[in-house]
């Protein structure tokens, strides 16, 4: 009988898939491998919240690690996985030159959730409409985690945008990068005949942990630029703001005099969503895919999108609703859409289709466990064809491997 093969899953934090689309793809992924009789091992140096998901229910073991520190090399020695998956470049980072030390047979993956740098240099330059600019790449942020794409055996990428950037901006090679986006069974969509209609749905809604920058800006943004034009045209209508990890300065811009509500963590997801007419994101930056956006899909509720917000998701198909990232054309457009049962009955097909085309985890999964199983016989050459990684892996190997020594040391001494 062949031994069941080990995926050793290294995580910045314990997956959140009702905090944020990072904490539902991670947990995508390993089901997936689950269903590939793949035995999944989570290990992190964090600690579990009110909100981690319970691995065990998936039949995954969990490992609490620790960083600098080598107890990792003789865990990991003994454990000999087949697949290490790192679930950000931190993360590989932090432990890849290790894996690459103690089990040089492990395939080394990588998923970027989305590219980290990308994000961080959008906010920074907003004046730059282009998706990419080289000026990205001065960041510290950028040469990290390209440098950990290039050490990686295979970096899974979200979004087709980004796979393009690395590929075509920066000449990554293809073979190191794969493109899996948001993947959902059939039974993740809701059927049309069981949502609320047009007419007994009401009322706007935002949805976006408050951890995350973009999602805050876009709050700002709504109550301040958006929303007082729109509830003009819309007097009875209400907007809705849901967000994980809402501070009291987050809470404290709900506005009730002017329908603007500010709310925590959306428990209910599907239902909640289920009930609203419009979805907002007026992300002004950001990267990968909007998890926000493919929950109104699934749940048949439109949406009013930035071209930031809609990067990725619609290759070309028509949205869920409309692309606008002027403030008089957003607001116009919002208006619109929340009034007009046709246009908003043809959006909500349009979001289904989307899914069902771009995110469906049958069109991505025999690819993804074929293209596992053709690096384990090819792993060598793979490797050997990849300069830069070999390169970059030998340098950390040194240069980190002595400044984490002389961390460990120094944490026994104190």
Same mark, same amino acid.
């Given at each position: ?249 987050? %809470? /404290?811009?709900? &506005? #009730? ?7 925590? $963590? ?5 239902? !909640? +969503? ?94 993804? %466990? /074929?293209?596992? &199983? #053709? ?7 793979? $490797? ?5 990684? !070999? +390169? ?23």
């Amino acid at each position: 009988m062949q031994q069941q093969k080990i995926v050793l899953c290294i995580g910045f934090v314990y997956p959140e898939p009702s905090s944020s689309a990072a904490g539902a793809r991670i947990l995508q992924l390993l089901k997936m491998l689950i269903d590939a009789d793949y035995k999944i091992i989570f290990g992190t140096t964090a600690s579990l919240s009110a909100h981690s998901f319970d691995l065990n229910t998936l039949g995954i073991e969990v490992k609490s690690l620790k960083l600098n520190d080598s107890s990792f090399d003789e865990y990991i020695f003994r454990l000999n996985p087949s697949v290490v998956l790192f679930d950000r470049f931190m993360t590989e980072e932090q432990f890849g030159w290790r894996v690459a030390k103690c089990c040089p047979d492990a395939l080394r993956v990588l998923d970027t959730e989305d590219l980290h740098f990308l994000r961080k240099a959008r906010g920074e330059n907003l004046d730059i409409k282009a998706s990419f600019s080289k000026t990205f790449l001065k960041s510290d942020v950028a040469k990290r985690e390209i440098a950990s794409i290039y050490r990686s055996d295979l970096s899974l990428i979200i979004s087709e945008v980004e796979f393009n950037i690395l590929t075509k901006e920066l000449g990554i090679d293809a073979s190191l990068l794969f493109y899996i986006p948001f993947i959902l069974d059939p039974t993740e969509i809701q059927n049309p005949k069981d949502l609320l209609d047009f007419e007994t749905r009401k009322n706007f809604v935002f949805l976006g942990n408050f951890m995350h920058p973009p999602n805050v800006q876009a709050v700002q943004y709504l109550k301040q630029k958006i929303w007082p034009e729109l509830s003009q045209k819309l007097p009875k209508a209400q907007l809705h703001i849901y967000g994980a990890y809402a501070k009291p300065k987050h %809470l /404290a811009l709900e &506005d #009730q005099k002017k329908n603007f509500y500010v709310s925590g $963590r959306a428990e209910d997801l599907d239902s !909640l +969503l289920s009930s609203y007419r419009l979805l907002l994101a007026p992300l002004e930056f950001g990267a990968g895919l909007k998890g926000k956006v493919l929950d109104a899909m699934r749940n048949g509720t439109p949406c009013g999108l930035s071209s930031i917000a809609a990067e990725g998701l619609f290759g070309r198909l028509p949205s869920n609703g409309f692309i606008e990232d002027d403030l008089e054309s957003f607001v116009f457009k919002s208006f619109q859409l929340y009034n007009e049962k046709d246009p908003w009955e043809t959006a909500q097909n349009d979001g289904f289709n989307v899914l069902l085309k771009r995110f469906s985890r049958s069109e991505f999964e025999s690819l993804f %466990l /074929a293209k596992i &199983d #053709q690096l384990f016989k090819q792993l060598d050459n793979h $490797r050997l064809k990849n300069i830069t990684g !070999l +390169l970059l892996q030998h340098h950390s190997l040194q240069s980190t491997k002595y400044l984490s020594k002389w961390i460990e040391a120094k944490n026994k001494g104190s």
